[in-house]
């Protein structure tokens, strides 16, 4: 998971101190189980697009989901895969995924009726189609916030076996040092303690981190230096 500045186009513009939490595609392959081949197509013909795009996309990591587009992503692929909703139909629903406000996205759900969907406001109720009064079924948006939520959390976990270690690689930090499982370069916790930063007050700074990897990332600049 990174965090970077909105780059989209079509984004409204951001304080530079306005960052948000944003997920590559593979990232977002996990979670809704669609293929990367996939979302670089929906993007393409404009159905459903990421957030926030580098200015040059062919790049490695260049396209990044905000957490509204995975749950947008994760509804859309339940109404296509589980209810049959045809793909022109949903591009009217991405629409509106896609403008809901905050504060309604928790309490709005989405009814599926002869393979039509029908976006209806808290306030509104009802649980039949009115013309041919079919029962329909009802996905909470809530229940996907939730779910996706649990997932990220899931993400963020690092695996015991990596935790004081040190690794590069050349699509992470542009093949920087970095804490293993992480996008924190080793350079930057190097220049917190040179600052007078305690491990502890650079764990507040990435709480990601454990003072195993603070020690490690200080140690191994200390070898690098030598």
Do not use: C
């Not at 996907?144 to 997932?151: A, F, G, P, S, Y």
């Not at 600052?195 to 603070?214: A, K, M």
Request: glycine share 4%.
């Amino acid at each position: 998971m990174a965090k970077i500045r909105s780059e989209s186009k079509n984004a409204p513009a951001l304080d530079i101190s306005n960052v948000v939490a944003a997920f590559s595609e593979a990232q977002v392959e996990r979670f809704t189980k669609l293929s990367q081949r996939r979302l670089r197509y929906w993007a393409k013909t404009g159905f459903f697009g990421p957030s926030f795009v580098e200015e040059r996309p062919r790049l490695p990591y260049s396209r990044f989901y905000s957490f509204h587009d995975v749950v947008a992503l994760r509804t859309l692929e339940m109404l296509r895969v589980q209810n049959n909703v045809p793909l022109q139909h949903l591009r009217t629903v991405a629409k509106e995924l896609t403008h809901l406000k905050d504060e309604l996205r928790t309490s709005t759900k989405l009814y599926v009726a002869g393979r039509r969907v029908v976006l209806v406001s808290p306030e509104s109720g009802g649980l039949q189609e009115v013309v041919s009064k079919q029962y329909v079924l009802a996905i909470s948006l809530k229940e996907v916030i939730e779910h996706t939520e649990r997932d990220v959390a899931r993400l963020r976990e690092r695996s015991p076996d990596i935790i004081g270690k040190i690794q590069r690689h050349r699509s992470i930090a542009r093949n920087a040092w970095t804490i293993a499982g992480t996008r924190i370069a080793v350079g930057s916790i190097r220049r917190l303690s040179e600052d007078g930063y305690s491990t502890s007050q650079i764990i507040d700074e990435y709480p990601d981190l454990t003072e195993r990897d603070v020690e490690a990332a200080l140690a191994h600049d200390a070898t690098q230096a030598a």
